[in-house]
Structures are given as structure tokens and as C-alpha cells.
């Protein structure tokens, strides 16, 4: 599935002005968006998944116009069928393991988590989760809140999956294992992704498109 970024935005904090002018066009199963902190990373992946607003240009993923400035066109986030993995993986706090992942399927869960349905279970089940069900975030340990938060994110069956730093709060040997499942998941849900990483390590281990950024702008290699 081609994924096309060509937008432009200015970023204002106080005095500071950061100015953010990336194209890349990417076909590949996996894209990494590397560079170091600051550079800009993040806001692409805000920017594609309809949580902040380019100011000029257009994206669009497998044909169809995410955000297109001149054609005034803007979908919702809930409307682009993109999947969000958060840095610190944002996994509601007061909810179990099992309503954080079946919140994408159905609200009435966070009534009566028996409501679940059997695509949440295997979800679970896919990703070790099954005996945490009833756990709640504070009692998981870093590899397992972020095998929450896919399971969460691929439980509305996106058509993208965004990752944002997804190793960067885990230790060396835990972060080669979940490189390796990162990548099976990938196979096995047939969802591109795009990974946004400061580490050559993630870089090599992950292959497909790499897109280096730097102050804001892009350099695809």
C-alpha cells in the first residue's frame, strides 16, 4: 500500500519557531522514520494519523486523500483506518487489560467487559495476554504494556499502524525479541507500519523504507 507525506508546518512554542517541511512516498510493508530527538518525527506521525493539521500540502495512503490543504479535505482521525502506537503507549490507566483492548471494538465493554468480543480474546491470546486480562496497566511490566497497546491498536483493524519510539523504554535483550515480534506481527496482520526510531539498531533489524530526518526536513535513502 503506497503511503504519500508532502506537507508543511510551522510549530510555534514561546519564542521558538520549528518549521516542518517533509516528502517522502514509501511502499514498502515497513517504513522507519529515523532521526534524532527533535527532528520532527513525531509531529509526521501526528500529521497522518489526524491528530494535528499541516498547514499546506497533502497525504495519502493506498490511493485515498487523508489531508489535501488546497482541496480543503481533512479527515477525522476515527475516519483514516490508521492504528497508533504511543511512545509511553497511553494505555488508560483505570481500565483492565482487557477493556484497554477491546475500547477500539466497543464502548459497552467498560460496562461489562463480558461483551468482549471472540476478535478481543484472540487478540489476547495472540500476544500472551490472556492471564493479564484482569490486570491493570501500573501492575505490567514495560514488554507487556506495549504488547497491550498493539494488541489495542490492531483491535480496529487499521490499515496502517504507526509506532512512535517503540523500544525506546526497554532494555537491550528485550528490545531484540520485540524487534523480532514487531516484524511477525506485521506478517501475520498484513498491516504496513511505519516506525519512528533514533537507533541504527531498530534500523537494521527492521529493513524496509528508511526516511532520515533531520531539523524538519526529509532525506530518504
Known amino acids: 500500500m503506497r503511503l504519500e507525506v508532502d506537507i508543511a508546518k510551522t510549530l510555534r512554542a514561546r519564542e521558538r519557531e520549528f518549521h516542518l517541511q517533509l516528502k517522502f512516498a514509501s511502499d514498502a510493508d515497513v517504513t522507519v522514520l529515523f532521526g534524532p530527538s527533535g527532528a520532527g518525527k513525531t509531529q509526521t506521525l501526528y500529521a497522518i494519523a489526524g491528530l494535528t493539521r499541516p498547514d499546506s500540502g497533502a497525504i495519502r495512503v493506498g490511493g485515498e486523500t487523508l489531508f489535501d490543504a488546497q482541496r480543503k479535505i481533512n479527515l477525522p482521525a476515527h475516519r483514516r483506518g490508521v492504528g497508533y502506537v504511543f511512545q509511553d503507549y497511553a494505555l488508560f490507566p483505570h481500565l483492565s487489560v482487557l477493556q484497554n483492548v477491546a475500547f477500539a471494538t466497543s ?21 500472551a495476554l490472556g492471564k493479564l486480562a484482569s490486570s491493570y496497566p501500573h501492575q505490567l511490566s514495560g514488554g507487556q504494556r506495549q504488547r497491550v497497546a498493539l494488541a489495542r491498536a490492531l483491535a480496529a483493524r487499521p490499515r496502517l499502524l504507526l509506532l512512535d519510539e517503540p523500544f525506546a523504554a526497554l532494555d537491550a535483550p528485550l528490545r531484540a525479541r520485540l524487534r523480532t515480534e514487531l516484524l511477525a506481527v506485521r506478517a501475520q496482520f498484513d498491516v ?11 534500523v537494521a533489524a527492521l529493513g524496509g523504507r528508511v526516511v532520515s530526518i533531520e531539523n524538519g526536513r526529509t532525506r530518504t535513502r
Open 107 to 127: 464502548r459497552s465493554v467498560l460496562f461489562n467487559p463480558r461483551q468482549a468480543s471472540a476478535d478481543v480474546y484472540a487478540l489476547l491470546a495472540r500476544f
Open 192 to 202: 504496513p507500519m511505519i516506525v519512528i526510531t533514533h537507533d541504527p539498531d531498530d
